[in-house]
């Protein structure tokens, strides 16, 4: 089928890829020249493991081509995917719908007027949008084209998977049965692989699907707010919060995932959606919802409070001229995205008190000394504890959690640790002489009574 795929940057570059892998003869739009200049070149415009490939794989059969502007004759495709940003607005919580607007409008002036449902394209938004969006897309293009609503649930590090082989494909269909119909059937086309592979496909109204997206968003942040505020309990007592969310987490009921106490989340999404969501709930009176996606949000960014506390208390009572080592600054491992990255806005903080701050990451540190000045950069983990009298261990990248600790104890000033993720062995590092610092977990597995350490009674959030 012929495909347009209206915005390339995280959603869409994966996606375009995707198609042209199923088949498809893809067309990405995007208006950014650097990045359109490095897809057309075949590479990824970000760090994405398997990515790369695909693009290549694209461009050699000539099923991927890119263009900075939708004309008459891209136009000319069967279905067109909107993939565009709708990025956090910058005057409040809620989404900044200006490039998704400016995509629609694209595609009304170039999609001919056209009688008969049958002989209309499909538009798929996949962007993610308030309730109420997709309705207004439709509208706006009665009389030019079928709109469906096609969330995408995929995770920054395994979007090729996640786009691939997806747990689930949601299909917000229009109200009229032959208009849903038909276009159920062109998206079953375009999907015909993944459908065939035993991916489950759900139908439903547009608003739900908008709602499917968001909810499914902020049930994961949730889940990660609840375990760092269980993790403060944690600290108060004495408790490990890494074997309290091994033992909730074998309920099937509950289950394991997203129940790492640490810095919490960020990234370009979680944050954003549950912002969105919150904002339009308010707008839509649903207040009880509103009031409780503002509370999760709030304990999120109270881990970020905890940790740079943490740290200056580990510091003494001034931080000026002291070195400190942040291992790992993206927001999450196998990814080189600085988008509300936690450990980033923890280094911030303790540069502004004077602290002298060194990162290492293994992708994340391109770009990162000219956005921010003031952190120095360093490519090799173990260069990058030289003389630290203080280690914070920012994103568990594997070859971190990997280092030596001996290796890394004969390297810094003080042997002083903030696992600030949880993904360290508290016992491999205290046997190799760090003071380590978990959060809302015992530096060593409890054998005796609690013992109340000076940092660990601070960790009440
Ligand atoms: C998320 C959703 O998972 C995905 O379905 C959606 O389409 C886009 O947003 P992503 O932003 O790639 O994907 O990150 P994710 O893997 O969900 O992690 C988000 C943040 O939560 C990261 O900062 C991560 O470190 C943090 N996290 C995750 C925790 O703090 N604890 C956990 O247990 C899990």
């Known amino acids: 089928m012929r495909l347009t795929v209206i915005g390339c940057g995280y959603l869409g570059a994966v996606h375009a ?87 629609v409008d694209s595609l009304a002036a170039v999609l001919p007027r056209c009688v008969h449902p049958d002989g209309m394209p499909l538009v798929v938004g996949k962007s993610t949008v308030p309730v109420g969006t997709a309705q207004q897309v439709a509208d706006r293009l ?26 689930r494909i949601v299909y917000g269909l229009p109200d009229e049965t032959a208009r849903a119909e038909r276009a159920r059937t062109i998206l079953d086309e375009v999907y015909a692989p993944i459908l065939a592979a035993g991916a489950p496909r759900l139908t ?9 997206k968001t909810a499914a968003n902020a049930f994961l942040a949730t889940k990660i707010s609840f375990i760092n505020a269980m993790s403060a309990l944690c600290a108060a007592t004495g408790a490990d919060v890494t074997v309290l969310a091994d033992a909730i987490g074998r309920d099937a009921r509950i289950g394991p995932h997203f129940l790492r106490a640490g810095l919490g989340f960020g990234g370009g999404c979680l944050p954003k959606d549950l912002r969105g969501l919150e904002q339009r709930a308010a707008e839509l009176g649903a207040n009880g919802l509103a009031s409780f996606l503002g509370r999760v949000d709030s304990i999120n960014r109270g881990q970020r409070d905890r940790v740079t506390q943490m740290a200056l208390e580990a510091l003494g009572p001034d931080a000026a001229g002291r070195a400190v080592t942040i291992l790992g600054i993206t927001f999450k491992p196998d990814s080189d995205d ?25 992708r994340g540190l391109a770009g990162l000394s000219r956005l921010h000045p003031v952190l120095r950069t360093q490519p090799d983990a173990l260069r990058a504890l030289e003389g630290a009298e203080l280690v914070i261990l920012g994103t568990e990248w594997k070859e971190l959690t990997d280092l030596d600790p001996e290796a890394a104890a004969a390297r810094v000033a ?15 590092w205290t046997a190799a002489g760090w003071d380590y610092h978990g959060i809302g977990r015992p530096s060593e597995p409890r054998r005796s009574a609690p013992r109340r350490r000076a940092l660990a009674g601070t960790m009440v959030g």
């Open 204 to 212: 439903m109204g547009y608003q739900t699907a908008e709602l499917v």
């Open 17 to 103: 890829a995707a198609m042209a892998d199923l088949g498809h003869h893809v067309l990405g739009v995007e208006t950014d020249p650097a990045r359109l200049e490095r897809l057309a070149r075949g590479e990824a415009p970000f760090y994405e493991p398997g990515l790369d490939e695909l693009l290549r794989r694209g461009a050699r059969t000539g099923r991927l081509r890119y263009t900075a502007a939708l004309d008459a004759a891209a136009a000319r495709a069967d279905v067109h995917f909107l993939a565009v940003g709708t990025p956090q607005s910058p005057s409040g919580r809620g989404a900044d719908l200006s490039h998704l607007w400016r995509a």
């Open 338 to 362: 600085l988008r509300d990255s936690p450990v980033l806005e923890v280094a911030l903080r303790l540069a502004d008190a004077g602290a002298v701050v060194t990162v290492h990451d293994p």
């Open 142 to 167: 009665a009389g030019r084209a079928l709109v469906v609503w096609n969330p995408e649930f995929l995770r920054e590090s395994m979007a090729v998977a996640d786009t691939l082989s997806p747990d």
């Open 414 to 428: 003080r042997p002083v640790l903030i696992d600030a993720r949880n993904a360290l062995t508290p016992s491999r």
